[in-house]
């Protein structure tokens, strides 16, 4: 199956770790993508590969593996960082692409 | 620095055809590890992927929509375009026009995909 399951929602105090995850078996071979959605705006690429940041992105997010799970997990979370989040991956038979149903974070 | 200016119909009516263009700018259009893709966002049901064509013309689809779905890629404008046949009041969203990129991690035989460059994006609203 290519699909990827998250969580529909996690909330966070702010400053504290928060840990948003997504399982699927394309996981086994690839790394996840892990975009920021909001309205009115492009999703922003947060982390991408192993464990790489774009340009611009703080060090709080980072990101592990683990079997067929992908984690990003925010260190220190800020308000800014509210939003969907949505981990992708490619299929690597068909070559296609599936997104995660995304995970909605609120940082009280 | 790479641009992706997208533009198109925004209004359509139930079983008409959406149509809508990608220009590239600033950047290779012919580079083979570019992957000029379609994604929409739908209110409810969140990112989705539509697909994707090579500058060679070598499309994939998301095998929900295939049989409405066509992208493709004029390499002399350098420019991409959805076509997307039958649209219906559920196909209303916005959509992005989008550069994937590929990478292959060749010594563990590991390898990820993600969009890099987005444009503004198209709210589409079906009308029935």
């Known amino acids: 199956s290519s699909e990827l399951t998250q969580a529909p929602a996690v909330s966070v105090a702010l400053g504290q770790r928060v840990m948003i995850s997504c399982q699927g078996d394309t996981l086994r071979v690839s790394y996840a993508t892990w975009y920021r959605d909001r309205p009115g705006q492009a999703p922003l690429i947060v982390l991408f590969g192993k464990n790489q940041r774009p340009s611009g992105i703080p060090d709080r997010f980072s990101g592990s593996y683990s079997g067929n799970t992908a984690s990003l997990t925010i260190t220190g979370a800020q308000a800014e960082d509210e939003g969907d989040y949505y981990c992708s991956s490619r299929d690597s038979g068909a070559g296609h692409l599936v997104f995660g149903g995304g995970t909605k974070l609120s940082v009280l | 620095q790479v641009r992706l200016q997208q533009w198109g119909a925004g209004l359509l009516k139930s079983s008409e055809t959406l149509t809508l263009t990608c220009a590239v700018y600033?950047?290779?259009?012919?580079?083979?590890?570019?992957?000029w893709s379609w994604i929409r966002r739908t209110p409810g049901r969140g990112l989705e992927w539509i697909g994707e064509?090579?500058?060679?013309?070598?499309?994939k689809y998301n095998p929900s929509l295939a049989s409405r779905v066509t992208i493709s890629a004029d390499t002399s404008k350098n420019q991409f375009s959805l076509r997307f046949d039958s649209m219906t009041v559920a196909d209303t969203s916005v959509y992005y026009c989008?550069?994937?990129?590929?990478?292959?991690?060749?010594?563990?035989?590991?390898?990820?995909?993600?969009?890099?460059?987005w444009g503004k994006g198209t709210t589409v609203t079906v009308s029935s």
């Open positions: 064509v090579t500058h060679r013309g070598s499309g």
């Open positions: 600033g950047g290779s259009f012919t580079n083979p590890n570019y992957y």
């Open positions: 989008a550069r994937g990129r590929l990478t292959t991690i060749a010594l563990v035989n590991y390898y990820y995909f993600y969009f890099d460059v």
